[in-house]
């Protein structure tokens, strides 16, 4: 950070010049380039999946709470297919809270179609940015998109059962949150 201005340069300059280094690639080949640009849209809409399924998992067994718990209102239109509920908490355990709705939300099961149409929607376009760009595909023209993300997992896969495993604790908590969340809960 520069003292005089306080902006990031030398960050604003890297996320500069990598996009216009990858924008020469397509100057040696355009399949390439589509391969990097497939390979950014698949990542992008994975990394919206996994929020949009786990918030449509938390909304189909209950695990929301209402935004107004002890005014007694009830913004849920329809009723939990699974009884979930905050476990014991001892002092050594990491305390799971439950989440509670925010100002804005789309309530019962119109939040609930809402989320479906999403996961739908980004299973959709997932589906179809692997596909080669045209037809017939042979080598030149293949979209490989597919194979680096299938790589990717593969290797996050692996590396979590053999090292992350071992190093991941958990996410930490400080003594007065963890006392603060069981007192609320």
């Avoid at 040696?28 to 399924?53: K, M, N, Q, W």
């Avoid at 991941?168 to 400080?174: F, I, V």
Wanted: glycine residues 6%; aromatic residues 12%.
């Amino acid at each position: 950070v520069e003292h005089r201005t306080s902006i990031p340069v030398i960050a604003i300059a890297i996320v500069t010049i990598i996009p216009a280094l990858i924008a020469l690639i397509y100057i040696g080949s355009p399949t390439v380039f589509e391969d990097v640009v497939s390979l950014s849209t698949s990542g992008l809409y994975a990394s919206y999946l996994i929020p949009c399924s786990l918030l449509l998992w938390r909304r189909v067994t209950g695990q929301i709470q209402s935004q107004f718990p002890d005014a007694g209102v009830n913004d849920s239109f329809l009723p939990a297919l699974a009884n979930m509920h905050m476990p014991e908490s001892k002092e050594d355990e990491v305390v799971q809270p439950q989440l509670r709705w925010g100002p804005w939300r789309l309530p019962g099961l119109v939040g609930i179609i809402n989320n479906v149409y999403a996961c739908v929607y980004i299973l959709f376009v997932l589906f179809w940015s692997f596909w080669p760009p045209s037809t017939p595909a042979t080598p030149s023209t293949m979209n490989y998109s597919v194979l680096m993300t299938g790589a990717t997992i593969l290797f996050s896969i692996v590396y979590y059962f053999i090292w992350g495993k071992k190093q991941y604790m958990g996410p930490l908590l400080e003594r007065d949150v963890r006392e603060f969340i069981v007192k609320n809960n």
